[in-house]
């Protein structure tokens, strides 16, 4: 009886310590996904951002007559 209850606990811890791998794997592999995800999302926030910017920066030149004299009637 001891030598069966002995293989139960062998084969229970080499159970666990796959699990406990895959545990380690799945979460390393998302927490690089999570990274990537945060990457993606703040770098597509900053084009937008930028391109959101550069209209109103060309929109501004175009009808500031000031800076941009071709805004003004007849170029004066």
Known sequence: MDYIINL?????RVRLSWL???TQYWSRNLA???AYFCRVLS???ALGY???NFLK???FLKY???LYPQ???EGK
Not at 8 to 12: D, I, P, R
């Open 43 to 45: 770098l597509s926030y």
């Open 71 to 73: 805004a003004t009637p």
């Open 50 to 52: 930028a391109s959101g």
């Open 57 to 59: 920066i060309s929109n």
């Open 8 to 12: 139960e606990l062998v084969h229970t």
């Open 32 to 34: 690089a996904f999570g």
């Open 64 to 66: 500031s007559p000031r």
């Open 20 to 22: 406990n791998g895959v």
